[in-house]
């Protein structure tokens, strides 16, 4: 059995290689990504994470942010090459199973299509900019609200955080020359077989990493306005780019955690204390500083002893 793993990254050097090396361990056998034009290090990153394992492939493609023909296409290349599962990830994704084996999870499973749950984790609102080890301190889970139909609507009236919403279901899809994966990696045509739900594995997903992330994700909300014409394709970047700094504060309040709630326009919301992902990770982040220091900057509040003084109080 044969699991390639897609992506198409932007501007992820602190997380890449924690991501590429926990789903390394999981039982991912390749890697297909694809670089969107990325100004920080995460192409350096990439770059060393291929010398170091033959399983990484990389390309780049600094033009429009065309995400779904984007992770189309490296899916077929990847069913060309011989995959029998792909696992369409995006950098602040972390699959994750009971049994540490993405291979154990699919052994005989005859489904076409594996319909994976999202779970949304929540950093400390001590975390002010993305740095290797911003994951550690990411010990708490939402708790979902609404539908996710209702998402949109929750969040504008500043009901929930982005945090809370329901997200939709992820997928790992058997491939065929004429699969497609649509925008967001979260629904797809053209796999062999029928879909069923996932009973073992689960998306640990870190939206928001730092306070600084909000800035990339205003960006990518620029470039949805410039790409799609129907607002509610990416509406919550969108939502971000719109924003002046007082707006992205609240924001941050609303979004990141100070001792185990989320605040919302003053009321707390309570979240619940899961160290899934900080466990996942943990191993990764100690094992790839030792070479991957000159890609990882580093920037004042943000550096490895600040959070783990962090981590300790809140514990």
Not at 79 to 87: E, L, N, S
Not at 129 to 146: C, F, W
Not at 192 to 210: F, K, N, Q, S
Request: net charge negative; glycine share 6%; proline share 5%.
């Amino acid at each position: 059995m044969k699991i390639t793993a897609v992506m198409t990254v932007r501007n992820e050097q602190h997380v890449l290689a924690t991501n590429i090396a926990h789903h390394r361990a999981l039982g991912v056998d390749e890697f297909r990504i694809l670089d969107n034009g990325s100004q920080d290090g995460t192409v350096e990153v990439i770059t060393a994470m291929a010398e170091r394992d033959p399983s990484v492939k990389w390309t780049t493609d600094d033009g429009p942010y065309r995400q779904n023909e984007m992770v189309t296409e490296l899916a077929r290349e990847a069913f060309r090459h011989g995959a029998d599962w792909v696992v369409p990830i995006d950098a602040d994704e972390f699959w994750w199973t009971p049994t540490r084996s993405l291979k154990v999870a699919l052994d005989g499973s005859d489904a076409g299509a594996l319909v994976c749950q999202v779970d949304n984790f929540v950093q400390s609102a001590a975390v002010l900019h993305d740095h290797p080890t911003s994951l550690v301190t990411m010990i708490y889970r939402a708790q979902a609200s609404g539908r996710h139909e209702d998402a949109k609507r929750l969040v504008e009236e500043q009901k929930i955080g982005f945090v809370e919403i329901t997200y939709p279901p992820k997928l790992i899809l058997r491939p065929t020359p004429s699969l497609t994966i649509a925008l967001g990696n979260h629904s797809a045509t053209g796999y062999a077989g029928e879909e069923r739900p996932a009973t073992d594995v689960v998306v640990l997903h870190a939206p928001i990493r730092a306070r600084d992330r909000f800035i990339n994700r205003a960006e990518l909300g620029r470039r949805h306005n410039v790409m799609y014409a129907d607002s509610d394709i990416g509406w919550h970047v969108r939502r971000l780019a719109d924003m002046n700094a007082e707006g992205l504060e609240a924001e941050w309040t609303a979004n990141s955690y100070d001792n185990g709630a989320l605040t919302v326009q003053g009321l707390r919301h309570p979240l619940v204390r899961d160290h899934r992902l900080r466990d996942a990770v943990l191993p990764h982040t100690a094992r790839l500083d030792r070479w991957l220091g000159p890609f990882r900057s580093r920037r004042p509040g943000s550096s490895p002893t600040a959070v783990g003084e962090h981590r300790h109080a809140d514990q």
